[in-house]
């Protein structure tokens, strides 16, 4: 079948097997925009150790995930339902430190002979660390095929109607007949170092934005939360990054019930499925929190395929 244009979901992606762990984490910190050394050698060096330091704990963290990350399975069907709902489109994803990579996904469009390609950030807020870095693995990759299509650009969609919407739609799901005055709505987004931010790079922002938003749109629908609050996760290293921390945010509304929801997340991962289902479960029970919830990420919901339609026809 000759399709009339691709679409590429970009992601970071995760080792899809215990024996990737080591791969994906030398391809994350040999990136420029991961690790901000501009010497080669030098972030080469340094992200080794990094890599060494982190290698079990990470193996440890996909063993209690099942030997891998779901990332790239759910991506898959989440292109199988934009598939099946526009048929004349190429779907297809390419990962930033696992497989499949940018450049092959690109040499197969390139085969098809396809030369109008959508890149689709999956990421809803913008960032340097994420958002630049996949579309900079696409460009660079585009130059090594001498492959010159038109290129069109989703590169954020964070006050979009439609994402909040189906933000709002999980929380009700979630909450099902709870009350939500009954809850304190966290919102929690992947850190970032503060140098980033003051670089203008615009990610807590339009995270505060996105917040904002769902305000406004649960209020509407006559949801309102105890409180809502924004607050990062992940962070790595000894520089200072985004704040507060969500395990802090955590810690200081015990006793009250929590609902989380991963708002930098469109897809489940290690940070959503272990971190905060797991370690910060484990966390909330001992400081008294009897009931915690997270909330799904968007995955290959109807919502999430939706918005991708939207924002690629």
């Not at 030398?26 to 982190?54: E, H, W, Y």
């Not at 197969?108 to 900079?136: A, H, W």
């Not at 509304?253 to 991963?262: F, G, R, T, W």
């Amino acid at each position: 079948m000759q399709y009339k244009n691709a679409v590429i979901l970009l992601n970071m992606g995760g080792p899809n097997s215990l024996q990737e762990v080591s791969s994906f984490l030398k391809n994350m910190f040999a990136d420029p925009c991961i690790l901000n050394v501009q010497n080669t050698l030098f972030r080469s060096l340094l992200g080794n150790i990094i890599v060494n330091s982190r290698i079990e704990k990470s193996k440890k963290i996909y063993e209690a995930l099942g030997g891998g990350s779901p990332i790239a399975k759910i991506t898959f069907s989440l292109t199988q339902k934009l598939q099946a709902r526009n048929p004349s489109t190429l779907y297809t994803y390419a990962m930033r430190y696992s497989p499949p990579f940018c450049y092959d996904v690109l040499r197969e469009i390139q085969d098809k002979g396809i030369s109008d390609i959508i890149l689709f950030s999956m990421y809803p807020q913008y960032s340097t660390t994420t958002t630049l870095s996949s579309f900079n693995d696409a460009l660079n990759s585009l130059r090594k095929l001498a492959f010159q299509p038109c290129i069109t650009i989703v590169e954020r969609y964070h006050n979009h109607k439609l994402y909040i919407d189906a933000i709002a739609n999980t929380l009700q799901t979630n909450l099902s007949n709870a009350n939500p005055q009954d809850f304190v709505l966290i919102l929690s987004a992947h850190s970032i170092p503060i140098s980033r931010i003051k670089k203008g790079d615009p990610y807590q922002y339009e995270c505060e934005q996105s917040k904002d938003s769902l305000k406004q749109a649960l209020e509407k629908r006559g949801i309102r939360f105890q409180n809502i609050a924004l607050s990062y996760q992940s962070k790595v290293g000894p520089v200072k990054w985004l704040e507060p921390n969500t395990q802090d945010i955590i810690q200081q509304h015990a006793p009250k019930n929590i609902i989380v929801y991963p708002l930098s997340f469109s897809i489940d991962n290690s940070e959503t499925l272990y971190e905060l289902c797991m370690q910060y479960r484990e966390l909330a029970s001992s400081v008294g929190i009897k009931d915690y919830r997270v909330c799904q990420c968007l995955n290959d919901s109807e919502d999430f395929t939706q918005l991708i339609l939207a924002l690629t026809q």
